[in-house]
């Protein structure tokens, strides 16, 4: 795909009946015919041109950039950037960015399906819990256009960095925001005011603890219960934006997922009917079954598996695992063992 | 309270003022409380839970302002599925001590993760973080790090009330020195679905018990699965028999498990 340079001129966006706008318009388009002769105007305020042979010309895309927005500045407010294609390149001006070459998924992903300018696709891919490009994007093309249509694979190309020619979807914004969580407060109708209260409230435990403190939860895909969430620190941007859905993932523990997630596996004894410690075979079997749990007072009254183990901090530490769900007294666990014994990974309830 | 115009005593002037200050700021803090509330909450005085759980609470849902205690084992699903609904309706959620929470298991709960924080390690601030917390979120579940003192526990109980939150103590080890409007208490754990090397879990069947004060003095209970099959609060089924989705007699070894 093409990169593109895009100038946008965000106080040349809407037009006047004297026709003011359309001049000062002009005299932008001038002024960069004389520095490269393909500019390419879009739409009132806001045109394109290829950036790669002015790059190598001006020495780089940095180089390019800023001399672009001179020129421009000198005669009105100028927002410039550069990416693949032109929807990228649109949104990376708002941000006064340059998208490396092939970044642009990457770029994409963060930024509302709303961008898309389809209000019907926005409003249900937002009803199946899907809210951002990049979670867009990650739905098989197929899929897509069963339920979607061609104006749904249009988009999903586009949300993919695959083709970046939906020009009027990026355009139809007129905000001055610059990043994706500040489009998305302008567009689901302002921050409301539990947000506000919460965002104070949290602030002020922040204050108090430290910023780290206060994590939210996101999940992503995972076999082990580990791997199905990650927590990071609360900031106040982190409310507008929303989880991802629970992706299938193949060979995942099936549900209930268990409520404690131990971030470091507990090492604990797990012994057989003899009191000695249960081993794991080399094939990944049992070598006796397991008969209590921490020492022979607590009896594993059930359990289940073993199932092999492989991900891949496993295999950096051990060279073959298995897990087993036990029952000992009230709990149920999840324990992960090896050649040098059993932890708790997780806890049911 | 005095009129302090024409007494001569200025200390008592001061300790008249400083009192009518103080009456002031609770007045506009709390106009202030009623004036920032969402119109979609702000309405109801009662926050919305699952049906099962209506039907054991007093007025049928969490009532701002209130103090509950969830005990028994593995209470920590039980407190999650309290705040489901409103996290669902658009209600801010806190867990605070709750030590390595399972995202995925809360999330299935019904939590919306884009409005629920967690404060896991407090240390010994606990209690401040925890009050600054009710001040601007609904729904806060505590397990306290430390054994907490009556003054403490009084202070926050004031707080939910005054702020109009809820506050869910999970007392965890530890007891909880004032009585709550409502305590809801698992008895009877039963696993099912794992058996000596075969299946896998399939839920928890328990009996919750509610208690209280006033309206909610007379107990109730009810089963249900927690977590059910598919990781949510299961009211029971028709046939009472198990969690739904495929019972454990309809799998083998040969269904894909990890």
Not at chain 2, 111 to 126: I, M, S
């Given at each position: 795909?093409?990169?593109?340079?895009?100038?946008?001129?965000?106080?040349?966006?809407?037009?006047?009946?004297?026709?003011?706008?359309?001049?000062?318009?002009?005299?932008?388009?001038?002024?960069l015919?004389?520095?490269?002769?393909?500019?390419?105007?879009?739409?009132?305020?806001?045109?394109?041109?290829?950036?790669?042979?002015?790059?190598?010309?001006?020495?780089?895309?940095?180089?390019?950039?800023?001399?672009?927005?001179d020129?421009?500045?000198?005669?009105?407010?100028?927002?410039?950037g550069?990416?693949?294609?032109?929807?990228?390149?649109?949104?990376?001006?708002?941000?006064?960015?340059?998208?490396?070459?092939?970044?642009?998924?990457?770029?994409?992903?963060p930024?509302?399906?709303?961008?898309?300018?389809?209000?019907?696709?926005?409003?249900?891919?937002?009803?199946?819990?899907?809210?951002?490009?990049?979670?867009?994007?990650?739905?098989?093309?197929?899929?897509?256009?069963?339920?979607?249509?061609?104006?749904?694979?249009?988009?999903?190309?586009?949300?993919?960095?695959?083709?970046?020619?939906?020009?009027?979807?990026?355009?139809?914004?007129?905000?001055?925001?610059?990043?994706p969580?500040?489009?998305?407060?302008?567009?689901?109708?302002?921050?409301?005011?539990?947000?506000?209260?919460?965002?104070?409230?949290?602030?002020?435990?922040?204050?108090?603890?430290?910023?780290?403190?206060?994590?939210?939860?996101?999940?992503?895909?995972?076999?082990?219960?580990?791997?199905?969430?990650?927590?990071?620190?609360?900031?106040?941007?982190?409310?507008?934006?929303?989880?991802?859905?629970?992706?299938?993932?193949?060979?995942?523990?099936?549900?209930?997922?268990?409520?404690?997630?131990?971030?470091?596996?507990?090492?604990?004894?797990?012994?057989?009917?003899?009191?000695?410690?249960?081993?794991?075979?080399?094939?990944?079997?049992?070598?006796?079954?397991?008969?209590?749990l921490?020492?022979?007072?607590?009896?594993?009254?059930?359990?289940?598996?073993?199932?092999?183990?492989?991900?891949?901090?496993?295999?950096?530490?051990?060279?073959?695992?298995?897990?087993?769900?036990?029952?000992?007294?009230?709990?149920?666990?999840?324990?992960?063992?090896?050649?040098?014994?059993?932890?708790?990974?997780?806890?049911?309830? | 309270?005095s009129?302090?115009?024409?007494?001569?005593?200025?200390?008592?002037?001061?300790?008249?003022?400083?009192?009518?200050?103080?009456?002031?700021?609770?007045t506009?803090?709390?106009?202030?409380?009623?004036?920032?509330?969402?119109?979609?909450?702000?309405?109801?005085?009662?926050?919305?839970?699952?049906?099962?759980?209506?039907?054991?609470?007093?007025?049928?849902?969490?009532?701002?302002?209130?103090?509950?205690?969830?005990?028994?084992?593995?209470?920590?699903g039980?407190?999650?599925?309290?705040?489901?609904?409103?996290?669902a309706?658009?209600?801010?959620?806190?867990?605070?001590?709750?030590?390595?929470?399972?995202?995925?298991?809360?999330?299935?709960?019904?939590?919306?993760?884009?409005?629920?924080?967690?404060?896991?390690?407090?240390?010994p601030?606990?209690?401040?973080?925890?009050?600054?917390?009710?001040?601007?979120?609904?729904l806060?579940?505590?397990?306290?790090?430390?054994?907490?003192?009556?003054?403490?526990?009084?202070?926050?109980?004031?707080?939910?009330?005054?702020r109009?939150?809820?506050?869910i103590?999970?007392?965890?080890?530890?007891?909880?020195?004032?009585?709550?409007?409502?305590?809801?208490?698992?008895?009877?754990?039963?696993?099912?679905?794992?058996a000596s090397?075969?299946?896998?879990?399939?839920?928890?069947?328990?009996?919750?018990?509610?208690?209280?004060?006033?309206?909610?003095?007379?107990?109730?209970?009810?089963?249900?699965?927690?977590?059910?099959?598919?990781?949510?609060?299961?009211?029971?089924?028709?046939?009472?028999?198990?969690?739904?989705?495929?019972?454990?007699?309809?799998?083998?070894?040969?269904?894909?498990?990890?």
């Amino acid at each position: 795909m093409d990169r593109l340079l895009v100038v946008r001129c965000p106080e040349l966006r809407d037009d006047d009946e004297g026709g003011a706008t359309r001049r000062r318009f002009a005299t932008v388009l001038d002024a960069l015919g004389f520095y490269c002769p393909w500019v390419t105007p879009h739409e009132l305020g806001l045109c394109s041109l290829p950036a790669r042979g002015p790059a190598r010309y001006f020495g780089g895309e940095e180089a390019l950039v800023s001399l672009v927005t001179d020129v421009v500045s000198a005669l009105t407010p100028v927002e410039v950037g550069i990416a693949d294609g032109l929807f990228a390149a649109t949104l990376a001006a708002r941000g006064g960015l340059i998208v490396p070459a092939g970044e642009t998924p990457e770029f994409l992903a963060p930024w509302p399906i709303a961008m898309l300018g389809d209000d019907d696709l926005a409003d249900l891919l937002g009803r199946l819990g899907l809210h951002t490009l990049g979670a867009f994007a990650r739905l098989p093309e197929a899929d897509v256009l069963g339920r979607f249509g061609s104006d749904g694979i249009r988009g999903h190309q586009v949300a993919r960095g695959a083709r970046g020619d939906l020009l009027e979807m990026a355009l139809r914004p007129s905000d001055t925001t610059r990043s994706p969580e500040a489009i998305q407060i302008g567009f689901w109708g302002g921050v409301s005011e539990t947000d506000a209260r919460a965002t104070r409230a949290l602030g002020q435990v922040q204050a108090e603890l430290g910023a780290e403190a206060v994590l939210v939860a996101r999940l992503q895909g995972g076999r082990g219960p580990a791997d199905q969430a990650r927590f990071v620190t609360w900031t106040d941007k982190e409310h507008t934006r929303t989880s991802a859905p629970v992706a299938p993932w193949p060979g995942h523990i099936p549900p209930p997922a268990p409520i404690t997630v131990y971030a470091t596996p507990r090492p604990v004894r797990l012994l057989d009917p003899d009191g000695q410690p249960v081993t794991v075979t080399r094939s990944g079997l049992l070598g006796t079954p397991p008969a209590s749990l921490f020492d022979t007072t607590h009896p594993v009254l059930a359990w289940a598996g073993p199932w092999p183990v492989d991900e891949r901090w496993w295999t950096r530490q051990r060279r073959r695992g298995v897990r087993i769900q036990v029952v000992v007294d009230v709990d149920a666990h999840l324990l992960v063992g090896g050649a040098d014994g059993w932890a708790i990974e997780a806890t049911y309830a | 309270m005095s009129d302090p115009d024409g007494s001569p005593d200025p200390r008592q002037d001061k300790v008249a003022a400083r009192d009518a200050l103080r009456a002031r700021g609770r007045t506009s803090l709390t106009t202030l409380a009623e004036r920032v509330r969402p119109v979609s909450t702000s309405s109801s005085r009662v926050l919305p839970v699952p049906p099962f759980l209506a039907d054991l609470l007093p007025e049928g849902g969490l009532r701002r302002g209130s103090t509950l205690v969830v005990d028994g084992p593995g209470p920590v699903g039980l407190a999650c599925a309290l705040l489901s609904d409103s996290s669902a309706a658009g209600s801010w959620c806190a867990m605070v001590g709750i030590e390595d929470p399972g995202a995925a298991a809360i999330h299935t709960l019904g939590l919306d993760l884009a409005r629920t924080v967690f404060v896991p390690n407090p240390g010994p601030a606990w209690a401040e973080a925890t009050a600054h917390l009710l001040d601007g979120i609904d729904l806060v579940v505590l397990r306290p790090p430390f054994p907490p003192r009556g003054s403490m526990a009084r202070r926050l109980v004031a707080r939910a009330r005054e702020r109009r939150s809820v506050l869910i103590v999970v007392p965890g080890g530890s007891r909880w020195p004032e009585p709550p409007d409502v305590r809801l208490t698992i008895q009877n754990p039963r696993w099912t679905g794992v058996a000596s090397g075969e299946g896998y879990l399939r839920g928890r069947h328990v009996t919750v018990e509610a208690t209280g004060r006033r309206s909610a003095a007379r107990a109730r209970t009810g089963t249900c699965w927690l977590p059910g099959a598919h990781g949510s609060l299961e009211a029971p089924t028709l046939s009472g028999m198990g969690p739904s989705g495929p019972t454990f007699h309809h799998l083998d070894s040969r269904t894909p498990v990890i």
